[in-house]
C-alpha cells in the first residue's frame, strides 16, 4: 500500500475513534444530569417595568395590598402592608420596598407588597427581576405569581409559583417552588439554590422563570437549577389553566422564616432594578 494511502486510512480511523468518544462522553454526562431540562427562549418584551420615574411606583402598572390580610396573610406574618414612601419607594432607577419595626394600627411592623392584578396578566413565558435582598432572621423577600382567578377560589386552587423567597437568616440560600392541591405551604414543591460563597444581600441577582406547558424552569443569574413538572407535584397539575400575575414584597416573620429576634436590625430594604416578561 502507498503511503498516501496509509496516511489516508490513518486519519479516517482517528475521525471515527474521536467521533465514538464524544458520544460516550455526551451519553455518560446525560445520564449525571439531575432535571431533564426543557429550556426555551422567551424573546418578545410583553411587560416592563424599569422604575425610571422616582418617587410612588406608578398606579397604572401596580396595585398595593393594604393591611395585615387574613391570618397574617395565611402565613401569620406580623407586619403591616402599606403604601407609605417609608415602606415603598422609587429612588434613583430603583424600586425600594422597606421593612420597618413600628407600632402602626395594631402590628408592630410595616412593609409594602405591590402586585400586577387585572392589570398584567400572563400565561406561559419568561418572567425576571434583578433583586437585592434585605437580611435578618424573619425577614421574608419573594418575587412570585398567583393564578388570575385568586379572588375567586380558595388558595391554593388558584395555583402558586414562588420564583425567589429567602429566609432573611440564610441569605444563600434561594428557594423556588409551586404550590397548587395537595402540595402546598409546608408540602410545596420546593428545590435551593445555594449561592456558595456569596450572599443574596450583598448584591444584584436576576431571579426568573421559564413557564411553559407541562413545565415551570427556574433560573438565578441564567443558571438553571432547578424544573418543576406535573410527574413532581403530589396532586393536580393547574399551571396550564390560566394566566398569572406578579407580586413583590418583603414580609417580616410567618411560618417561613420565623420571627425577627435579637439580631435582626431594621430598618432593612429589598431593592428592585427591574421586573421584565416576555412571551
Known sequence: MKKGKQLKLKVQLLSYKMVLLTIVLLIGYGCDTDDTQTVVTFTELTFQEEFD??????????????????DGWGNQ????????????TVNNGVLIITANQEDFNGAGYTSARIT???IFEQQYGRFEARIRAPFGPGLW?????????????VWPACGEIDIMEIRGQNPSILVGSVHGPGY??????????????????T???????????KYVNYYVDDVLYSQITPEDVTGEWIFDDQPFYIILNVAVGGTFPGP???DTRFPQTMLVDYVRAYK
Not at 184 to 201: C, H, P, Q, T
Open 53 to 70: 420615574t422616582d418617587g410612588t411606583p406608578s398606579t397604572a402598572t401596580w396595585n398595593y395590598d393594604i393591611g395585615t390580610g387574613l
Open 77 to 88: 406574618e406580623l407586619q403591616y402592608y402599606t403604601d407609605r414612601p417609608e415602606n415603598i
Open 116 to 118: 400586577t392584578k387585572d
Open 141 to 153: 423577600p419573594a418575587f412570585w405569581m398567583l393564578g388570575a382567578n385568586s379572588d375567586e377560589v
Open 184 to 201: 402546598s405551604a409546608g408540602e410545596a414543591i420546593s428545590k435551593d439554590y445555594d449561592l456558595v460563597n456569596d450572599r443574596f444581600d
Open 203 to 213: 448584591g444584584f441577582h436576576v431571579f426568573g422563570i421559564e413557564w411553559g406547558p
Open 260 to 262: 425577627p429576634n435579637a
